[in-house]
């Protein structure tokens, strides 16, 4: 079955750290950029990060360059997010989504969330 | 960055009515928009990509259109399956980012 599958979310204090994984199955992983997009309660989405096929290449808005860092493992065909100096308005639910070949995201997974809070 | 606007952020309408929703961006992004539908608490799904190219699976009703700054999301029969939040994004440089959304409701 062509899926994503996140995992790692919890409630961390501000300041901590963690470690989003995104286990990919049912395609080819390396032949495709991958993404991070989160989602806070309620409100709209918000690209996190990108990583190229191959690693090489990675990309972060502002609100987060710095502190999360995205990387990719081929031969497990996983990705991961680490995410440190974490602060309240990283609460969301975080998506790991690819990207296909036309510039668009046409898999999500389910997401995992994450909570800071004191 | 680009930045997204749509238009109008919710909208209220009927089974069977035809329905479009706006998307603007600040510059010129060409054709490269995409659009997507988001059910409570489900994760979006894939609609429209190149502003105007259906993703396969999509029905029909679904069109896309524009090009430039200006681009519109139409829903031509409305159906229950139908309501839900609808984002368009953008990724024409870095940083992606996406629309803030139109939330489409049940008159």
Known sequence: EVQLVESGGAVVQPGGSLRLSCAASGFTFDDY??????QPPGKGLEWVSLISWDGGSSHYPDSVKGRFTVSRDNNKNSLHLQMNSLRTEDTALYYCAKENHQDAFDLWGQGTMVTVSS | AIQL????????????????????ASQDISSSLVWYQQKAGKAPKLLIYDASTLESGVPSRFSGSGSGTDFTLTISSLQPEDFAAYYCQHLNTYPITFGQGTRLEIK
Do not use: E, I, K, Y
């Not at chain 2, 606007?5 to 603007?24: E, F, N």
């Open chain 1, 33 to 38: 950029t991958m993404h991070w997009v989160r």
């Open chain 2, 5 to 24: 606007t749509q238009s109008p952020s919710s909208l209220s309408a009927s089974v069977g009515d035809r329905v479009t929703m706006s998307c603007r």
